[in-house]
């Protein structure tokens, strides 16, 4: 291993113990001048308990405003391998699959240009090459665009849209996450590339209701696989599970979020009208439960983290929608187009569709966007008697 | 002459990464297993099987790294191999026979076997000092810390449910935190320091003004200069003037530290998903092991895991418990900080007199 140059002993100490070590890692890269005063700096920060990063500013590639953020060092003097230490997000492959190939073809690039170091992968799902000057920017995605490869997203524009693992290696997937993924990536590489809303706005894609990839947490649009039809059951599996130990009353009856689940000791009987495919079951005991065949998606909006008004959580939107392929997913690309038109006309700078949708009442949003309400959007009514009545109510009396 | 300039070409195409076995068997899978912490089998319509293998990984990787799993991939698996939204790396196999020795090469090179079933998966985390400008703590370091403490919950399967750990270091939660069974913040508890000289020259005023969601900051003369001035009182220290303005400093030294969240998640299994609430509302940057965050989260746990009943995540064990039971069993003191006073903070009161006086 190379030596370093400045000595690290509080970083050294993360070396230790049994789970993998994050400085081992930059240390393997230590041969570049770059790491080794990217490590030397963390030394600081770790002495003195702050960040040494000072605020990003404006670089890319021409023609894009996206998908490089510039990253400097307020201690470029005495670390002058990371005055420029740029991060550069490439959009990976839906569901995250690689080959080896693939794989070293990326280092390769990111060797010859820049640090080595890496996140496999950012929060929003790019593979995330940590720290390059300035003049590479535009030598790495030339060199990124010939092996096929793009950036993805940063900014106020439509982030990386991510997906889970869906029908390439799930049985639960009700719609093809992966498709979905890479379609509506493609479809809108313009707003992917070029940032003209008012702030980002994020596609995630799950294939059932367990939503691997958090959608409903962390997406403006979460697209959460479901089914209409029953739930299909295998009544002998159901009983190699019982004999296997689980006890199916305390187990799956009594944790049965609406309590259709029935057990008598030789049937499971499910009131598949009050099923509200929160997936227990199913996860429990995937060899003798399913979901339904007659398969689609429920669309939410809004979610969100803190940053500015409060977390949000998303809102059911589109209660079920069908999700095939064949459509080109015209559907959603048609709600998405109506939001982005209302919210890019009247959101706020730095207003997420969530907070936007809050401070223009969720009805009025409605009726802007041609949806209209169903009670699947609410817990409940609203208990408060303050409505603002439109001249329509009258219209029944005048006829 | 020239090439021509690529652009807007997307990423590549997912089918050409997929091994023939799920090719073979896309949307036709039939159920799953899981043979052993961290291993699992999925077996298709047609009797196809294909093993997963699950390490561990930092997130944070070097290519030397990324180059060993490409080997390691191509020794055992064809060279297929996908990552985890948790940041674990995956390898997929179709010969049975190739799991052992995968592993122990895996386990060999320092990466762990787990983070399956009933287990702490990987925690997601944020970048920390290691390449963020307004993070209050750091992130690697932290999750290093706890993780070599609660190593053996990735590497096991020995809880009552799955178990989400993660890490953010401000705020703007890159890795949307406040969804976890724990949930660990990196909090600024001072508002910023207003840099009068240099905030004419870099920032504009209005913008500045309208980013603060509290109405604390106000145009100000300062030594003749045009600034800004902030209403201390009224700063919740979200940081959202500092990412417009770099004249108003946000990180401190000093104050800053790490708040711990709990019993969050986004599955819709049994309960609907929820936020991660406030358990420890501030605790000291204290590298490079922060034991006092390595042992809160460890104690929350150990109380969890001996308490809580089968398939019960955090949240829903808390919440069948009480609260108030809660923060008993886990020792952990309640404050005036614990109650909300943000917007819609009285949903949150009780307004029953349902209580536990036990």
């Given at each position: 291993m190379t030596e370093m140059k400045r000595?690290t002993?509080?970083l050294?100490?993360l070396e230790?113990?049994?789970?993998p070590s994050f400085v081992k890692e930059m240390k393997k890269e230590a041969h570049k001048p770059i790491v080794q005063d990217a490590i030397g700096q963390l030394e ?9 990063w ?13 998908g490089v953020i510039?990253r400097y060092s ?5 670390f002058p391998g990371v005055r420029e230490f740029h991060t550069f997000r490439v959009?990976q ?5 690689y080959?080896s190939d693939a794989l070293r073809t990326l280092c390769d690039i990111w060797d010859k240009h820049g640090s080595g170091l890496t996140n496999m992968h950012g929060?929003?799902?790019d593979v995330i090459f940590l720290g390059g000057s300035t003049e590479s920017i535009e030598p790495i995605f030339a060199d990124l665009?010939?092996e096929?490869w793009?950036l993805g ?247 | ?56 990984s930092p997130r944070l990787l070097a290519i030397t790294t990324i180059r060993l799993f490409a080997d390691l991939a ?7 191999l996908?990552f985890?939204?948790?940041n674990?790396v ?19 090179a320092g990466y ?15 970048q920390g000092w290691v390449h963020c ?7 690697s ?218």
């Amino acid at each position: 291993m190379t030596e370093m140059k400045r000595k690290t002993p509080l970083l050294d100490e993360l070396e230790k113990g049994p789970w993998p070590s994050f400085v081992k890692e930059m240390k393997k890269e230590a041969h570049k001048p770059i790491v080794q005063d990217a490590i030397g700096q963390l030394e600081r920060s770790y002495e003195e308990h702050i960040s040494h990063w000072k605020h990003g500013g404006l670089v890319g590639v021409m023609g894009y405003g996206g998908g490089v953020i510039g990253r400097y060092s307020d201690l470029a003097d005495e670390f002058p391998g990371v005055r420029e230490f740029h991060t550069f997000r490439v959009n990976q492959p839906s569901g995250w699959f690689y080959t080896s190939d693939a794989l070293r073809t990326l280092c390769d690039i990111w060797d010859k240009h820049g640090s080595g170091l890496t996140n496999m992968h950012g929060s929003t799902g790019d593979v995330i090459f940590l720290g390059g000057s300035t003049e590479s920017i535009e030598p790495i995605f030339a060199d990124l665009t010939k092996e096929n490869w793009d950036l993805g997203g940063s900014g106020s524009n439509m982030r990386t849209p991510s997906c889970c693992v869906g029908p390439a290696r799930c049985e639960w997937a009700c719609y093809d996450t992966l498709d979905a993924c890479y379609n509506i990536t493609q479809h809108w590489q313009d707003e992917l590339h070029r940032p003209f809303f008012p702030y980002k706005y994020k596609f995630k894609f799950s294939g059932c209701p367990n939503d691997c990839v958090a959608s409903i947490a962390r997406s403006d649009c979460s697209v959460i696989g479901t089914w209409r039809d029953d739930i299909r059951v295998d009544q002998a599996k159901v009983k190699e599970y019982v004999s296997n130990g689980v006890d199916i009353v305390s187990e799956i009856c009594d944790l049965c979020p609406t309590r259709c689940i029935e057990w008598d000791g030789s049937t499971l009987d499910i009131d598949n009208a009050n099923c509200v495919k929160c997936m227990h079951c199913i996860n429990v005991m995937p060899k003798a439960v399913k979901p339904g065949t007659d398969r689609g998606a429920t669309i939410l909006i809004g979610g969100k983290a803190p940053i500015i008004g409060g977390a949000l959580l998303c809102s059911v939107f589109v209660p079920f929608l069908e999700m095939d392929p064949e459509d080109d997913y015209e559907d959603l690309k048609e709600l998405t187009d109506a939001i982005w038109d209302l919210w890019g006309e009247h959101g706020k700078a730095r207003e997420r569709t969530g907070e936007f949708i809050q401070r223009i009442g969720m009805s009025n949003f409605l009726e802007e966007i041609g949806l209209e309400p169903v009670p699947e959007m609410v817990m409940a009514p609203r208990s408060n008697p303050y409505i603002f009545f439109d001249d329509e109510i009258f219209e029944n009396e005048e006829e | 002459m020239a090439d021509e300039r690529i652009t807007d070409i997307g990423p590549p195409h997912y089918e050409q990464f997929l091994p023939p076995v799920i090719k073979d068997n896309y949307g036709k899978w039939d159920y799953h297993e899981i043979l052993r912490p961290g291993v699992m089998v999925h077996v298709g319509e047609t009797g196809d099987k294909l093993f997963t293998v699950r390490a561990g990984s930092p997130r944070l990787l070097a290519i030397t790294t990324i180059r060993l799993f490409a080997d390691l991939a191509d020794k055992y698996c064809g060279g297929y191999l996908r990552f985890t939204s948790r940041n674990n790396v995956e390898f997929l196999l179709t010969e049975e026979s190739n799991i052992d020795p995968l592993i122990k090469d895996l386990e060999a090179a320092g990466y762990p076997i787990g983070g399956m079933g009933n287990a702490i998966s990987n925690p997601v985390h944020t970048q920390g000092w290691v390449h963020c400008h307004s993070s209050a703590s750091d992130a690697s370091g932290v999750v290093k810390a706890v993780m070599d403490e609660l190593m053996p919950y990735f590497t096991e399967m020995k809880l009552p449910a799955k178990l989400r750990v993660a890490y953010a270091c401000c705020l703007n939660m890159c890795g949307a935190v406040h969804c976890s069974d724990i949930a660990i913040l990196g909090v600024h508890t001072r508002a910023p320091v207003i840099e009068h000289d240099d905030l004419p020259k870099m920032c504009e005023i209005p913008t500045l003004v309208a980013s603060c969601p509290t109405g604390a900051i106000r145009p100000a003369t300062v030594d003749g200069k045009h600034s800004i001035e902030i209403v201390e009182e009224q700063c919740m220290y979200c940081g959202n003037c500092y990412t417009v303005c770099p004249a108003v400093k946000i990180n401190n030294a000093k104050t800053d530290g790490v708040s711990i969240w709990v019993g969050g998640k986004v599955s819709n299994a049994r309960v609907a998903p929820k936020f991660s609430k406030l358990a420890v509302p501030y605790l000291p940057n204290n590298p490079p092991r922060w034991p006092e965050v390595v042992d809160a989260v460890k104690k929350i746990v150990e109380v969890y895991a001996a308490n809580a009943r089968k398939h019960e995540r955090m949240g829903e064990w808390i919440e069948r418990i009480g609260w108030p039971k809660f923060f008993a069993l886990t020792e952990i003191p309640f404050t005036k900080y614990h109650i909300d006073d943000f917007k819609h903070a009285g949903e949150t009161f009780t307004r029953t007199a349902q209580l536990r006086h036990a």
